[in-house]
C-alpha cells in the first residue's frame, strides 16, 4: 500500500467494485478498502437481479447464478395469485453474492486495482474544503492515505457522506428495515420468485421466496419502518411457520433497505455511490443493478477529474448530471409508487387484484403491473397518472 492514489473506494460491495474496476481501466492508481474479513460475506440480500441490467457489466457465469428464473407469482392477502412469465426485464437470477460480490473484486484487482480487506476507512481526510484521502486502520494500525477522488461505496450504514457533509439520513418511512432466512427442504417452485403482499405478512412492504436450487430459498421480508409496532424477525416466523413448518432455517440475516430518493451525491473530492446514496429502488428495494451502474459513472467521472487536475464539486456534478435523469428518473417514479401503495389497505389490495386476474401481462416489471391497473381501474389513473 502506498500513501497515496489518484482514486480511493471505500467498501467492496457491487457499487465499490465496480468503481474501483472502473478506475483502474482508466489507468487510474485505484484503492479499494474494505472493512471485513470476506469480500460479499455475510451476505445482506435476496439475490434476485434482472437479466438485462446485469449483462451491461458482467458476462454471466454458473459459478455465482443459484437460480434462472422464469417468473413471478404475487400472492394476494386474499388468497389471489397473478402469474407473469417469462416477458421482460425484471426476469433474471437468483446470484450466490458470496461469490458474485468476490468476483467483481477480482475483477477489479486484474484490472490493476490494490484490494485491501479488513480495513476500515474511519474518516476522511479533509484540507480547504476538499475531501483529500480517506483515514483508515487495519489490523491495529491506524494510518492516513491521500487521493485526488475517494468515492463512498460503503452501502446503507455508510459514515463517508456524513463525514463529508453530505446529509444521508434516513427518515423511517424511508428505509425498509428486512429479515431474511436462508432456508433448506422447502417446497417450491424452483423457477419462479414469489411475493406476498398483505399488511399482515409485511405492514407497509412484503414478503419475497427466490428459490436457489436444491429446495433452498431466501424466504424474507421488509415492512416500513413508519409501520414497524412488530419487529419483521416477528413477521417472518410467523409467516416461515405457516408457509413451510417442514423447512430449515440455516442462515438469518438483517438489514435495512433504503427506499428514498437521494438529495445531494458529490462534495468536492468526494462522490457516493450505491446504497450509500440510497438509490435502491423504493418500490421493489433492489439495489444491485444501480448499484454497479453509479460506481461505474462515478469514475467515469472521477478519471476526467484526476486527468484535468480539477475534483471540485462543480466538476464532479457531472456525475450528478449523469445518474439524475437515469437512475433518478427511475427512483422518483419508484418513489412516487411506494407512496401509494403504502396506503393501501388489505381489502384495496384484493379488490386491485380481482381487477387484474388473467392478464396476460406483457411486461414483467413493477410499471408493467401499475400500467395493467390502471387499464383495468381507469379511478387510478389520476393517482398514477405521473408514473406511467
Ligand atoms: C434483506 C435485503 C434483501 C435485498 N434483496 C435485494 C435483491 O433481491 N436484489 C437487489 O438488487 N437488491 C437487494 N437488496 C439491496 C442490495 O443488497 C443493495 O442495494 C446492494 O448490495 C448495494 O450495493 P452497495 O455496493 O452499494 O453496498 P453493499 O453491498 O452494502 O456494500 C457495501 C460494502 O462496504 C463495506 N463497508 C462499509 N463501511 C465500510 C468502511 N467504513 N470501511 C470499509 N468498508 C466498509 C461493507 O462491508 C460492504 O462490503 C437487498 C437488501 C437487503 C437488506
Not at 210 to 239: D, T, W
Amino acid at each position: 500500500m502506498r500513501d497515496r492514489y489518484d482514486v480511493i473506494v471505500v467498501g467492496a460491495g457491487p457499487a465499490g467494485s465496480m468503481a474501483a474496476k472502473t478506475a483502474a481501466e482508466h489507468d487510474l492508481e485505484t484503492l479499494l478498502l474494505e472493512k471485513r474479513v470476506e469480500i460479499g460475506d455475510p451476505v445482506r440480500c435476496a439475490e434476485g437481479v434482472g437479466k438485462e441490467g446485469l449483462k451491461q457489466f458482467i458476462k454471466p457465469d454458473k459459478r455465482w447464478i443459484a437460480a434462472d428464473v422464469q417468473g413471478a407469482r404475487i400472492c394476494f392477502p386474499g388468497g389471489i395469485k397473478i402469474e407473469m412469465s417469462e416477458v421482460g426485464p425484471e426476469v433474471g437470477y437468483v446470484l450466490e453474492r458470496k461469490i458474485f460480490d468476490r468476483e467483481l473484486a477480482k475483477q477489479a484487482a486484474k484490472a490493476g486495482a490494490e484490494v485491501m480487506v479488513k480495513t476500515r476507512a474511519v474518516d476522511l481526510i479533509k484540507e480547504d474544503g476538499f475531501v483529500r484521502g480517506v483515514k483508515a486502520e487495519h489490523l491495529g494500525d491506524s494510518f492516513d492515505i491521500h487521493a485526488d477522488v475517494v468515492i463512498g461505496a460503503d452501502g446503507v450504514e455508510s459514515k463517508v457522506g456524513r463525514w463529508a457533509g453530505i446529509n444521508t439520513t434516513l427518515k423511517p418511512k424511508d428505509i425498509e428495515t428486512c429479515a431474511q432466512f436462508l432456508m433448506t427442504d422447502v417446497d417450491i417452485d424452483p423457477c419462479y420468485c414469489e411475493f406476498y403482499i398483505g399488511n399482515q405478512i409485511a405492514p407497509g412492504g412484503y414478503a419475497w421466496v427466490f428459490p436457489k436450487g436444491n429446495n433452498e430459498a431466501n424466504v424474507g421480508l421488509g415492512i416500513s419502518g413508519s409501520r414497524s409496532e412488530v419487529r419483521p424477525i416477528e413477521h417472518l416466523k410467523r409467516f416461515v411457520e405457516k408457509k413451510y413448518p417442514e423447512g430449515q432455517i440455516i442462515e438469518m440475516i438483517m438489514g435495512g433497505v433504503p427506499v428514498t430518493v437521494p438529495t445531494k451525491t458529490t462534495t468536492n473530492g468526494l462522490m457516493l455511490v450505491g446504497d450509500a446514496a440510497r438509490m435502491s429502488d423504493p418500490l421493489t428495494g433492489g439495489g444491485i443493478i444501480h448499484a454497479m451502474k453509479s460506481g461505474t459513472m462515478a469514475s467515469e467521472i472521477a478519471s476526467k477529474a484526476v486527468q484535468s487536475g480539477d475534483s471540485s464539486v462543480e466538476c464532479l456534478n457531472e456525475y450528478e448530471r449523469r445518474w439524475r435523469p437515469t437512475i433518478g428518473a427511475t427512483l422518483q417514479k419508484s418513489y412516487k409508487a411506494k407512496e401509494w401503495l403504502l396506503k393501501l389497505n388489505d381489502a384495496e389490495w384484493n379488490s386491485i387484484a380481482s381487477s387484474i386476474v388473467g392478464i396476460n401481462f406483457k411486461e414483467l416489471t413493477a410499471f408493467g403491473l401499475l400500467k395493467e391497473l390502471t387499464l383495468r381501474n381507469p379511478k387510478l389513473l389520476w393517482d398514477l397518472r405521473s408514473l406511467l
